[in-house]
């Protein structure tokens, strides 16, 4: 099973931002689409953002919309996620996710993804 790799987690203070990165390199279908999903504690895993390589479709869930910026480098298969006027509702343990793409479908729901990173912990203090 591939790994993708995410890095950029951490604690932030209310009102303040982060940016995830995610390490798709070993993900081998081209195109495809990077998703970020997060798993609030006691809470079923939920999609934040997606985005795919080849057109660059973007999803965002309607709780970040305005608030939170995905982005990739399609060369190096890397992903962003940049998180601004973050709160605590935010906290949860944030992960990425590999999948092919087929242009003109953007899925962004869990089930899609075959491929996930480890994930990284995001904890906003009130």
């Known amino acids: 099973e591939v790994q993708l790799v995410e890095s950029g987690g951490g604690l932030v203070q209310a009102g303040g931002s982060l940016r995830l990165s995610c390490d798709a390199s070993?993900?081998?279908?081209?195109?495809?689409?990077i998703g970020w999903f997060r798993q609030l504690q006691g809470r079923e895993r939920e999609a934040v953002s997606c985005i795919s390589s080849s057109d660059e479709l973007t999803y965002y869930a309607d709780s970040v919309k305005g608030r939170v910026t995905i982005s990739s480098d399609y060369a190096k298969k890397t992903a962003f996620l940049q998180m601004n006027s973050l709160q605590p509702e935010d906290t949860a343990v944030y992960y990425c996710?590999?999948?092919?793409?087929?242009?003109?479908?953007?899925?962004?729901?869990?089930?899609?993804?075959?491929?996930w990173g480890q994930g990284t912990q995001v904890t906003v203090s009130s």
């Open positions: 070993r993900f081998t279908f081209d195109p495809y689409t």
């Open positions: 996710a590999a999948a092919p793409y087929f242009t003109g479908s953007l899925d962004c729901f869990t089930g899609g993804f075959g491929s």
